[in-house]
């Protein structure tokens, strides 16, 4: 369990120092890739109590406005956050630039823009 908090203490930290700017999530699962642009404005540890099977029980929240780019032009998200499950966390790389999170959904980078 140690090692899982450093994880998330690195994340944090990381992305804490990131507030005020904008950022580029991108997400690769099961073949496919989605991006969000998001002006970060903090960041928080969410933790849920659903059994859905779909919602994670733990997750880091990017909360700030943002828009998910598409094909022909990009949509505002529908809540003014972005949240990343991080239960069963393989990878966390982080410098100033670039955050990577593997986790056992996907593949998450967030890179300044």
């Given at each position: 369990?140690?090692?899982y908090?450093?994880?998330?203490?690195?994340?944090q930290?990381?992305l804490?120092s990131?507030g005020?700017q904008r950022i580029l999530i991108?997400?690769?699962?099961?073949g496919?890739?989605?991006?969000?642009?998001?002006?970060?404005?903090?960041v928080?540890?969410?933790e849920?109590?659903?059994?859905?099977?779909?919602?994670s029980?733990?997750s880091?929240q990017?909360v700030?406005?943002?828009?998910t780019?598409?094909e022909h032009?990009?949509l505002?998200?529908?809540?003014?956050?972005y949240?990343i499950?991080i239960?069963?966390i393989?990878?966390?790389?982080a410098?100033q630039?670039?955050?990577?999170i593997?986790?056992?959904?996907?593949?998450?980078?967030?890179t300044?823009?």
């Amino acid at each position: 369990m140690n090692g899982y908090n450093n994880q998330i203490n690195a994340i944090q930290q990381s992305l804490s120092s990131w507030g005020g700017q904008r950022i580029l999530i991108t997400k690769e699962e099961n073949g496919d890739l989605d991006q969000t642009i998001l002006n970060l404005e903090r960041v928080e540890m969410d933790e849920n109590h659903f059994i859905d099977g779909y919602t994670s029980d733990h997750s880091i929240q990017l909360v700030g406005n943002g828009q998910t780019i598409i094909e022909h032009g990009n949509l505002p998200l529908p809540y003014q956050s972005y949240d990343i499950p991080i239960e069963n966390i393989y990878k966390v790389s982080a410098d100033q630039g670039r955050i990577l999170i593997r986790t056992d959904r996907g593949t998450y980078t967030i890179t300044t823009v």
